[in-house]
C-alpha cells in the first residue's frame, strides 16, 4: 500500500543499512505514476527513456529539458507520496556547471522533482559536486548509460573482465565520494554488482545487474508489456500483457462501431418528450430524419 508521505534519501539509505529491498519502476504521465504510488512503489524515475518508449526513438538523445519538465510535473501531480526522480537529459550538464545547475532548477522548480539522475562516473564528479552543494539530492547512474550508446557502440552488457570491472568500482566510489545518495546500475555482471554493492554504504539499485542490488528499477512499459512492437529483454520479467489487452479491447471498440452495437441503449441520453415533439412534430415518417 501506498505510504502517506514520500520517502526520502536518509530512509533510502537506512533501508540500505537493514537490508530492505528498495523498489523503483518509471513512469512519464499521471495515470501511471498514480497506479504506481498505489501499488507502493518507493521510488519513481522519470527516465529520459520516454523517447525510446513513448515516441519510439532510436536512443534517449532527442529527449529535451522541455520534454523531462513536462513529464515530470505529470509524474508529480499523480504520485504526491512518492520520492520521484528525475534524469537530466543528453548534454544537459556536461557543460559548465553554471548550465547544468540551470538545468537542475528547471527538474525542482518547475517539474517538481525530489531528485536528478546523471549518466556518467569520475568524470562528471565535479558537476556532481556542484550538484548536491546546492542542495539538490542526486542519483547516479553508471554501467551501461543511454546517452553515451554511440560512443560506446551500443547495448553491451558492462562489467565482462577485469578491467571493466576495476573501472566501474572506481566510478561508484567516486560516485559515493561525490555525495550522491544512490547509484543506478544498468547491465552488469551480477558478480561485479555484487561486489560494487557491498563496496557502497548508498544503495545500488540494478536494472540487468543481477539479484544482490539493493533495489532493483524496470521500465513501466517493459514489464507490462505495454509498447508496439514489445522488444524481450533477458533482464524483464513480464507482469502483465496490457499490449494484447488493449489491442484486443480496440479492435472489440472498432468492431461495435462497425456493426452500430456501440452505443447502446445504455450509453445514450434521452431529452423530454416535448423537446422530442419540438423536433420532429405529430408528422409520420420524420422520425430518425433529423
Known amino acids: 500500500m501506498a505510504t502517506s508521505k514520500a520517502l526520502n534519501i536518509l530512509q533510502l539509505k537506512k533501508m540500505k543499512r537493514e537490508g530492505l529491498p528498495i523498489s523503483m519502476i518509471t513512469a512519464y504521465d499521471y495515470p501511471s505514476a498514480r497506479?504506481?504510488?498505489?501499488?507502493?512503489?518507493?521510488?519513481?524515475?522519470?527516465?529520459?527513456?520516454?523517447?525510446?518508449?513513448?515516441s519510439n526513438y532510436n536512443s534517449t538523445l532527442p529527449v529535451t529539458m522541455d520534454d523531462m519538465v513536462y513529464h515530470t510535473r505529470s509524474v508529480v501531480r499523480g504520485a504526491e507520496h512518492t520520492f520521484i526522480v528525475a534524469d537530466m537529459p543528453f548534454m544537459t550538464y556536461h557543460g559548465s556547471s553554471?548550465?547544468?545547475?540551470?538545468?537542475v532548477r528547471r527538474l525542482m522548480q518547475e517539474g517538481h522533482a525530489h531528485a536528478v539522475k546523471l549518466e556518467g562516473g569520475m568524470e562528471i564528479c565535479d558537476t556532481v559536486k556542484r550538484i548536491v552543494q546546492s542542495g539538490v539530492p542526486l542519483l547516479g547512474h553508471i554501467g551501461l548509460t543511454p546517452q553515451s550508446v554511440h560512443q560506446i557502440g551500443g547495448y553491451?552488457?558492462?562489467?565482462?573482465?577485469?578491467?571493466?570491472?576495476?573501472?566501474l568500482l572506481n566510478d561508484a566510489r567516486a560516485l559515493e565520494q561525490a555525495g550522491a545518495f544512490a547509484i543506478v546500475l544498468e547491465l552488469v555482471t551480477e558478480e561485479v554488482a555484487k561486489s560494487i554493492t557491498r563496496e557502497v554504504s548508498i544503495p545500488?539499485?540494478?536494472?540487468?545487474?543481477?539479484?544482490y542490488c539493493d533495489g532493483q528499477v524496470l521500465v513501466y512499459h517493459d514489464m507490462l508489456q505495454y509498447s508496439a512492437p514489445y522488444r524481450e529483454k533477458k533482464f524483464v520479467k513480464t507482469y502483465s500483457d496490457i499490449?494484447?489487452?488493449?489491442?484486443n479491447s480496440v479492435g472489440q471498440y472498432v468492431e461495435d462501431v462497425k456493426n452500430r452495437s456501440f452505443p447502446g441503449e445504455e450509453h445514450v441520453f434521452k431529452a423530454d418528450e416535448n423537446v422530442v415533439e419540438g423536433l420532429y412534430g405529430n408528422a409520420k415518417g420524420k422520425a430518425g430524419t433529423l
Open 35 to 54: 497506479l504506481a504510488e498505489e501499488a507502493g512503489i518507493d521510488i519513481i524515475l522519470v527516465g529520459d527513456s520516454v523517447g525510446n518508449v513513448l
Open 98 to 103: 553554471e548550465e547544468a545547475l540551470t538545468n
Open 156 to 167: 553491451f552488457i558492462q562489467g565482462k573482465n577485469s578491467q571493466a570491472a576495476e573501472r
Open 204 to 211: 545500488v539499485i540494478g536494472i540487468g545487474a543481477g539479484r
Open 243 to 247: 499490449g494484447t489487452l488493449i489491442r
